[in-house]
């Protein structure tokens, strides 16, 4: 069964610096995802990105935050300078339309 | 935006038990999907079931869309069901695709 792949599984940071996840979702998927799970509390939405493009982000997916699909089979989520609060598991996820999504196993960020 | 409630928040069960999750959601949804979260944190995709009713082994799940909400049996429990399950809905009409999850129901199943 396809399924999407994150990298890497924990990473650990100074607070300030900057850090990037990688994602490489489904190959013939269209839309693509980002979610973040603080510990113990709910998985909550970051931003979609369709045709190379941000689709909708909600209220936390501020100007730290950044999405990119550079060469059309990874998709990464950058965040310029970390901050305590960023610490959580990170979700990528992807989807055909209509078939239900497809998470990958997460990236779990510790900021120090 | 859509709310989604699950009950009951906890659970603990002695292996071999049987038992009902319930998720209600507050608009009309286009798709609706079960995950168990495993204790390292994976998100695992149970059941993808906008309507109608699904088995896989010993769990089946149930959505009824016309009265939002939707139910995930879990017969014989075993140790390694526990974690926490979510439901997440699509919702319709919002002009974008993005699933919204509930607050999870957390399991235990002891021996």
């Known amino acids: 069964e396809p399924e999407v792949t994150q990298t890497p599984s924990h990473q650990v940071t100074q607070m300030g610096q900057e850090v990037i996840l990688r994602c490489v979702p489904i190959?013939?998927?269209?839309?693509f995802y980002w979610y973040r799970q603080i510990l113990g509390q709910k998985v909550e939405f970051l931003v979609s990105f369709y045709n190379n493009e941000i689709s909708e982000k909600s209220e936390i997916f501020d100007d730290q935050f950044s999405v990119e699909r550079p060469d059309g089979s990874n998709f990464t989520l950058k965040i310029r300078s970390t901050k305590l609060e960023d610490s959580a598991m990170y979700f990528c996820a992807s989807d055909l339309l209509g078939g239900g999504y497809t998470f990958g196993s997460g990236t779990r960020l510790t900021v120090v | 935006g859509i709310q989604v409630e699950q009950s009951p928040p906890d659970l603990i069960l002695q292996e071999g038990a049987n038992s009902t999750l319930r998720c209600n959601f507050s608009?009309?949804?286009?798709?609706l999907q079960w995950f168990h979260q495993n204790p390292w944190g994976q998100l695992i995709n149970l059941f993808y079931i906008p309507s109608g009713t699904k088995q896989n082994g010993r769990l089946s799940a149930t959505t009824v869309a016309t009265e939002r909400y939707s139910l995930l049996y879990i017969s014989s429990s075993q140790t390694t069901d526990s974690g926490v399950y979510f439901c997440a809905v699509e919702p319709v009409n919002t002009g974008f695709q993005k699933l919204v999850f509930g607050t999870g129901t957390r399991l235990l199943v002891s021996p």
């Open positions: 608009d009309s949804v286009n798709n």
């Open positions: 190959s013939n998927h269209l839309y």
